[in-house]
């Protein structure tokens, strides 16, 4: 039995690829600004998943997975529904920002906005826009981010118990990438997948690459084939699921910003353990004289670093999954 599925002006109601756009907002020449959407309606019944990338504007390698995908999901091998929005900050994707350069208040983090307001900021509109179709329609949400250097590789789905932890559970595992948080309803307020799970939506964060061409094509490749693993678990498409064996479950995260600035060498790459005192990387002055070490704070997994080669005091120097411990399905 196929189903209607109307996201924007994309309306799908047989099997097949439909496409078309989504109003998020207008720009200030009156302009709608439009996000991207894909719905591929499968031949047979299964759940409705929902891929997006982009909600940070200059996290590119989600859009590249999502097409990557996307080019070889067969409508005739699909058991359910993939509507996806490979692009959704558009304004921020443009600018090869974060976030939008209308947004002026809030921080702007549109990931911190979900449910979003109909009569808020430009970032609370876009929000709002986005997440009632997903309400509508999606029994699972993945959405796809990246932090700072090509190595970054890890995932977060919500932590909990009930059918919406244990599918979002099941998706982590099949996705397999060894560093994943199962996240505490105290993390993350207001994005997405926490969003998404309290209204009954099993979701997931994919955090892979970096910002804007920080990524590279097998990364993409990868991924795409994990995100495959994740639909055959979910029996949408045929074929054995791969196991990528035990995950390190981490409890929480902490961002840590540069105490001093300076030219930067990085130490250690993402996934790397530290102790609290592992040095992490080193400050050079203009002349090229060392003028320090920047030292991990805590013990725990790399799951950012800086890149260098120049950093600002206040920058993001790590970001450190702690107390991690291996778990097995
Ligand atoms: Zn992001």
């Known amino acids: 039995m196929t189903k209607e599925i109307i996201v924007g002006t994309a309306h799908s109601k047989t099997p097949g690829v439909t496409k078309g756009e989504l109003k998020i907002g207008e720009s200030p020449d009156g302009n709608a600004i439009n996000a991207p959407v894909v719905i591929v309606q499968g031949a047979s019944d299964g759940p409705v998943v929902w891929l997006h990338g982009c909600v940070h504007g200059n996290e590119y390698c989600g859009t590249y997975i999502i097409h990557e995908f996307l080019g070889t999901l067969d409508p005739a091998r699909l058991k359910g529904t993939v509507v996806a929005i490979p692009v959704l900050n558009v304004t921020a994707f443009q600018k090869k920002l974060r976030m939008s350069p209308f947004e002026g208040y809030n921080g702007g983090d549109l990931n911190r906005q979900f449910p979003g307001d109909k009569g808020g900021t430009l970032t609370q509109q876009m929000a709002y826009a986005l997440y009632q179709p997903l309400k509508k329609y999606a029994d699972v949400l993945i959405d796809f981010h990246t ?8 995932a977060l789905f919500p932590k909990g118990t009930g059918k919406v932890a244990e599918t979002s559970e099941k998706i982590a595992r099949a996705f397999g990438y060894r560093d994943t948080l199962p996240t505490p309803d105290t993390l993350l307020a207001g994005s997405a997948m926490m969003t998404a799970a309290r209204d009954g939506i099993a979701s997931f964060i994919v955090e892979c690459g970096g910002k804007v061409r920080a990524f590279t094509d097998e990364s993409v490749t990868d991924a795409a ?19 990528y064996g035990a995950l390190n479950y981490f ?11 300076g030219l930067f060498e990085r130490f250690v790459q993402c996934g790397d353990t530290v102790e609290e005192g592992t040095e992490i990387g080193r400050y050079f002055d203009m002349h090229g004289n060392e ?18 080669p ?14 991690p411990k291996q778990v097995r399905a």
């Open 147 to 154: 932090a700072l250097t090509p190595d970054v590789r890890w």
């Open 225 to 243: 084939e994990r995100l495959n693993n994740a639909l055959r678990a979910l029996e949408m498409l045929e074929g054995d699921v791969t196991d």
């Open 251 to 261: 409890s929480s995260f902490e961002w840590v910003t540069a105490k001093q600035g």
């Open 291 to 308: 003028r320090g070490k920047a030292t991990a704070p805590k013990a725990g997994i790399v799951l950012a670093i800086h890149p260098g």
């Open 310 to 323: 120049i950093m600002a005091s206040g920058e993001t120097l790590i970001h450190i999954g702690l107390e």
